[in-house]
């Protein structure tokens, strides 16, 4: 009778022990221990807490090579963050975007190597606006310009161009603004040193809306033809106590060999050495005294030295000035 009440305090002991520090969690809601943190994935494995479905598995897609059907996942997890009322974490989004990012560049890629030029190039821009690392971004611009030497700068007809084929009384000027593009453009793109024309010749006209970005922090500027990209370029921008300002402009005035209109209140012809501008001039419609312009001074350039003005080299701001019309959007951003 003594050993079996010893052995029932034994046994009440233990049970307290449990209970009291976990070592039978078991006891305490009297059902075995869910397991916490993650969900299941369709095949029972754990996905982390911060990792959807989509997400898990446009990884596996991505791991497999197969991006575009990864970049289908990734778009629907994209949307779910940003989509309306959607408040995703900022680096969920981020990396959801890297990694859709990086699917464009390599279905650009493969497009380009199977000589698919103006399909890649569409990839490769989208690719342009991810978040991927500046490297990864420069190797891709670089590829990018690459495609442009056959689908922008050649007499090579493209999906984005039409062709007009010259007859007698045809003016370049006028075959240019019906349609809406620049004369200039025409003869940088057929490679014609002058504006001289002949009946039964075949001009490549690029056709879509350009747009310039602008990054102050990177003293970069870049060309856009409907949301595909053409080319980058250096900049000088404006000082601390004179700085470019940041927003959306429009170009309302185009002009070659400019008279620069001092801020002493002189003037300076194309020419003069106190002219500074350089042989382009294009104006911001909603800041009239700012623009984008050459310089007489390249050394300036990738520095902080205008009185807010964007600086280009003389060679660089010609190709864009040839490119863009009056109403081109400038976007420019820290």
């Given at each position: 009778?003594?050993?079996?009440?010893?052995?029932?305090?034994?046994m009440?002991?233990l049970?307290?022990?449990?209970?009291?520090?976990?070592?039978?969690?078991g006891?305490k809601?009297?059902?075995?221990e869910?397991?916490?943190?993650?969900n299941q994935?369709?095949?029972?494995t754990?996905?982390?807490?911060?990792?959807t479905?989509?997400?898990r598995?446009g990884?596996?897609?991505f791991?497999?090579?197969?991006y575009?059907?990864?970049?289908?996942?990734?778009?629907?997890?994209?949307a779910?963050?940003?989509?309306d009322?959607?408040?995703?974490?900022a680096k969920?989004?981020?990396?959801?975007?890297a990694?859709?990012?990086?699917?464009h560049a390599?279905?650009?890629?493969?497009?380009?190597?199977a000589?698919?030029?103006?399909?890649?190039?569409?990839?490769?821009?989208?690719?342009?606006?991810?978040?991927l690392?500046?490297?990864?971004?420069?190797?891709?611009k670089?590829k990018?310009?690459?495609?442009n030497?056959?689908?922008?700068?050649?007499?090579l007809?493209?999906?984005d161009s039409?062709?007009?084929?010259?007859v007698?009384g045809?003016?370049?000027?006028?075959?240019?603004?019906?349609?809406?593009?620049?004369y200039e453009?025409v003869m940088?793109?057929?490679?014609?040193?002058?504006d001289n024309?002949?009946?039964?010749q075949?001009?490549k006209?690029?056709?879509?809306t350009?747009?310039?970005?602008?990054?102050l922090?990177?003293?970069r500027?870049?060309?856009?033809?409907?949301?595909?990209?053409i080319r980058?370029?250096?900049?000088?921008?404006?000082?601390?106590?004179?700085p470019?300002?940041?927003?959306t402009?429009?170009?309302?005035s185009?002009?070659?060999?400019p008279?620069?209109?001092s801020?002493?209140?002189n003037?300076?012809?194309?020419?003069?050495?106190?002219n500074?501008?350089?042989?382009?001039?294009m104006?911001?419609?909603?800041?009239?005294?700012?623009?984008?312009?050459?310089?007489?001074?390249p050394?300036?350039?990738?520095t902080?030295?205008?009185?807010?003005?964007?600086r280009?080299?003389?060679a660089?701001?010609?190709?864009?000035f040839?490119?863009?019309?009056?109403?081109?959007?400038?976007?420019?951003?820290e």
């Amino acid at each position: 009778r003594k050993a079996l009440l010893f052995l029932l305090l034994i046994m009440a002991a233990l049970c307290y022990a449990g209970y009291r520090y976990d070592i039978l969690p078991g006891l305490k809601s009297g059902a075995a221990e869910k397991p916490s943190g993650g969900n299941q994935g369709q095949n029972g494995t754990k996905v982390p807490p911060e990792q959807t479905e989509p997400e898990r598995k446009g990884d596996a897609l991505f791991a497999a090579k197969k991006y575009d059907e990864a970049l289908i996942e990734y778009d629907r997890e994209l949307a779910a963050l940003t989509g309306d009322n959607a408040n995703g974490p900022a680096k969920r989004i981020e990396h959801v975007a890297a990694r859709a990012g990086e699917c464009h560049a390599q279905i650009g890629e493969k497009l380009m190597a199977a000589k698919k030029q103006y399909e890649a190039r569409t990839e490769l821009s989208r690719a342009l606006r991810a978040p991927l690392p500046e490297e990864r971004l420069a190797e891709i611009k670089d590829k990018t310009v690459k495609l442009n030497e056959y689908l922008i700068y050649s007499a090579l007809p493209t999906a984005d161009s039409v062709e007009y084929v010259v007859v007698a009384g045809d003016i370049l000027k006028k075959i240019a603004d019906k349609h809406g593009a620049t004369y200039e453009a025409v003869m940088r793109v057929n490679r014609m040193n002058k504006d001289n024309i002949r009946v039964g010749q075949v001009l490549k006209i690029l056709q879509g809306t350009y747009a310039i970005e602008v990054s102050l922090s990177k003293m970069r500027l870049s060309l856009w033809l409907d949301d595909k990209f053409i080319r980058e370029f250096p900049v000088g921008t404006g000082r601390p106590d004179s700085p470019t300002p940041i927003g959306t402009f429009t170009i309302h005035s185009r002009e070659k060999d400019p008279v620069w209109w001092s801020p002493d209140g002189n003037s300076y012809p194309p020419g003069h050495p106190k002219n500074i501008l350089g042989s382009r001039w294009m104006g911001l419609r909603e800041r009239p005294s700012y623009g984008i312009h050459g310089t007489t001074q390249p050394e300036t350039i990738g520095t902080a030295c205008s009185n807010g003005c964007i600086r280009m080299h003389s060679a660089d701001v010609e190709e864009v000035f040839d490119f863009v019309p009056i109403g081109t959007k400038v976007i420019i951003s820290e």
